[in-house]
């Protein structure tokens, strides 16, 4: 877990039993343990207990998922996927850590330069936004 040695204060914590239906949106470090129907953005760190289970999308700087996550995932700083985790969606990052037994479906985007990473994220997000309109 190198790169969430930076803040290492939680600020939110949404525990083991709860259920949150809507985006949640929270400045520093969060722990989520329960249920999010909904996106989950942070300007800090997120770690995604075993327990835990996302509907939507997760935005931070570096994220830990060892729960179930059905949405993508950007966390340019990195995104390590524990051994209890299972991600459906697409992941965007410049570090990458995967655990043996993970489940993960999806597309993948790991470019260590910045410039590259920007350049592939943008443009992936691009074509999700077309293929999306689609019919």
Do not use: W
Not at 41 to 67: C, F, Q, Y
Not at 69 to 95: C, E, Q
Not at 103 to 111: K, P, S, Y
């Amino acid at each position: 877990m190198g790169f969430l040695t930076d803040d290492i204060s939680i600020n939110t914590i949404i525990g083991l039993g709860s259920a949150v239906s809507g985006d949640v949106h929270a400045n520093g470090f969060i722990r989520v343990d329960g249920d999010i129907d909904g996106n989950l953005e942070s300007t800090g760190n997120i770690i995604i207990g075993d327990k835990a289970r996302i509907n939507g999308s997760i935005t931070a700087l570096s994220i830990v998922v060892g729960g179930i996550v059905l949405g993508d995932i950007y966390a340019p700083n990195g995104i390590k996927l524990l051994s209890s985790s299972a991600v459906i969606g697409n992941i965007a990052t410049r570090k990458l850590e995967i655990e043996e037994n993970v489940i993960f479906h999806g597309h993948c985007i790991a470019l260590k330069k910045e410039e590259e990473f920007n350049q592939a994220s943008e443009q992936f997000s691009n074509e999700m936004s077309i293929r999306s309109k689609a019919i």
